[in-house]
C-alpha cells in the first residue's frame, strides 16, 4: 500500500489534505498531530475516501486506487505541526508550517 499526501488551500487555522491511496480496498485513515490522536470531531472530510475510478470505468475490476480531501480544524497559524496518517502498516509523517492568512509551507514524504 503507498499512500500520497498532498496539502491544499485551507481557510486560517485550519490544513486541507488530499490523500491517495494505492491498495486493494480502501483503508480506515488514523490521524495524528505530534503524536496524539486527532478528535474525529476536528476532520472534516470534504470528500470521504472513495475510489478515483467511477464505478461505471471500473467494470469487473477491483479499485485499487482511493483518493478523499480532509480539512483539519482548530489549529494556531504560524505553529509548525507533524502530522501522521496510519493506514494498515504505512506511515507518512509530513510537517506542515501554518503561516499568517492561512497559507503554509510544506515538507513531505512519500512511502
Do not use: H
Not at 58 to 76: K, M, S, Y
Request: charged share 15%.
Amino acid at each position: 500500500m503507498k499512500i500520497f499526501l498532498v496539502p491544499r488551500a485551507a481557510p486560517r487555522g485550519s490544513v486541507r489534505i488530499w490523500v491517495g491511496v494505492l491498495a486493494s480496498q480502501p483503508p480506515v485513515l488514523a490521524w495524528r498531530v505530534d503524536g496524539i490522536p486527532i478528535a474525529s470531531t476536528r476532520i472534516v472530510p470534504l470528500r470521504p475516501l472513495a475510489s478515483a475510478i467511477p464505478a461505471a470505468l471500473l467494470g469487473d475490476r477491483l479499485a485499487d486506487n482511493f483518493t478523499g480531501v480532509f480539512e483539519i480544524n482548530g489549529l494556531d497559524s504560524g505553529q509548525v505541526y507533524n502530522f501522521t496518517v496510519d493506514a494498515s502498516t504505512n506511515e507518512v509523517p509530513p510537517v506542515f508550517r501554518l503561516l499568517r492568512g492561512g497559507v503554509y509551507a510544506t515538507s513531505f514524504s512519500f512511502c
